[in-house]
């Protein structure tokens, strides 16, 4: 029964939320089921003394004058569930802003309540011009309050009037235009890295819509803000759409909600590791100072301060690589609570694993990476390329030929990478076989023979178009990088 989803979702309530669940079971508008009541209280005080509950006895506890029926108690089992999702969809009425206003004011509408309607929506009036971000949240209430107030006032006071209606338009308008933006600016950056495509139907020509009507889209922050973030991703070698995101933190944060400031630092960030990625290597410095500051303000945290594990081991490879350790150790251990429960210890075993081997402990590498358990493709590659670096160092030939064949397998195999992907890690894996082969017969040539042959190595890699980790390649041919490659 434990085992059950209704008591694996309660389990994940904090306490405040599993007593707001008992009062809205106990409300007798929302449930006059008694046995439904009942057997809330057994399931929360189990979970609250993280003891098993066995159906017989439960059933037991709340008719034990009648014989057991299965069926009973999935029926109840059942009826609390529905009960909990009618308080989820409670809870987020109440908590998203003016949405639980505006519903009042649609049924008071549709009722005729037309004084309700007429006080209230001035009073939601003063709410909105109150409020501090004119983000889509905000032009979405905008829109469906001037909905009703035009409509009302068109149809009960003056035709004529088309104020409010006129209002309604261009509050949807800017709703719909920051939605759509945000939404093709996480999709468009999502296709840069996962092998899938969207079709963004029609997104040219309201761009162009944007760009003609500046004067009046130009004004909305969260417009502004997404248009830019657009740009920068689909012209990456435009630089100043970079300097306009970071213009925007210096003078323009304090006008964006939360979600948008999260927004504005994420997509700074993955330009930063773009940048690198692309050889520049200036951009590194400047995404660790962007690190910090999001750290410090909390625009990296996500509700709850939970740090995705993802900027987590971002952070720590780059204060590894930037030989930061000790603010990097402290980072890693002051941060670890902050993961997300079920990816916890993968996420801090792996990093630790990095840090240990940037320290050059090549044995506390091994031990503590051989730890992680493979979530998934980034995980896993990531994980290769490491174990690969550490083999590398204790110059452990067996082992780095066998890794770089189930490497080669794995990807050839993988269909969650994109073409691109498969083709710069395919690169990599031949030129590192061909880098450990060599180290490896070091002592055959001499020293201006093995320098060659290394010297034309790294002239192969810096002429293949698409290398991942290209940089560790050259570092291991002893030449300086022409471009760094992967970092990230």
Sequence with gaps: MMQSRLIKYLRALSVRDRERFRQFVQSPYFNQHEPTIQLLEIILDALKE????????????????????????????????????????????????FLEELSMLEE???????????????????????YEHRDAQYHYAQYRLNQLEGYYVAGYIDRSNSKQLQKM?????????????????????????INTQYNFHFLEPLLQHIRDNWDFFGKEPS???????????????????YAHLKEMMASKIDQLSPVEGKDLYEFSYNYCIRQINSGRSQYQWELFDLYKQGLQNGLLLYENNFLSEW?????????CKLKEFEWTERFIENYKDRLPAHRQENAYKYNLANLYYNKKMYEETLSTLHQV??????????????LLRTYYAMQDTEALLSLLE?????????????????????????????????????????????QEKLSALAEKIRNTEHVINSYWLLEECQLEPAREGQTI
Aim: charged share 30%.
């Design 311 to 319: 900027d987590y081991k971002n952070i720590v490879t780059l204060g």
């Design 223 to 241: 417009i502004e803000l997404y248009y830019t973030i657009l740009q920068s991703l689909q012209e990456e070698d435009q630089p100043e759409r």
């Design 373 to 386: 358990q493979f979530t998934d493709v980034k995980y896993h590659l990531n994980y290769n390329f490491l």
């Design 50 to 97: 993280e003891k098993e509950l066995k159906r017989k006895v439960v059933f037991r506890e709340l008719y034990p004058d009648k014989k057991y029926r299965e069926q009973t108690i999935h029926n109840l089992m059942s009826s609390l569930m529905k009960l909990y999702q009618r308080f989820l969809a409670h809870e987020h009425l109440s908590n998203a802003p």
């Design 406 to 450: 189930t490497f080669r397998i794995y990807v050839i195999r993988n269909r969650k990478m994109t073409a691109e992907q498969k083709r710069g890690y395919t690169n990599f894996i031949r030129y590192a076989k061909k880098l450990v082969l060599l180290r490896h017969q070091a002592s055959t040539y001499s020293k201006k023979t093995l």
């Design 108 to 130: 008071a509408y549709d009722i005729n309540q037309f004084d309700l309607l007429t006080n209230r929506t001035q009073q939601l009036d003063k709410q909105l011009d109150k």
């Design 169 to 193: 338009l261009d509050h949807f308008d800017c709703y719909y235009t920051a939605v759509k933006l945000r939404n093709c600016c996480r999709l468009t950056a999502n296709m840069m890295v």
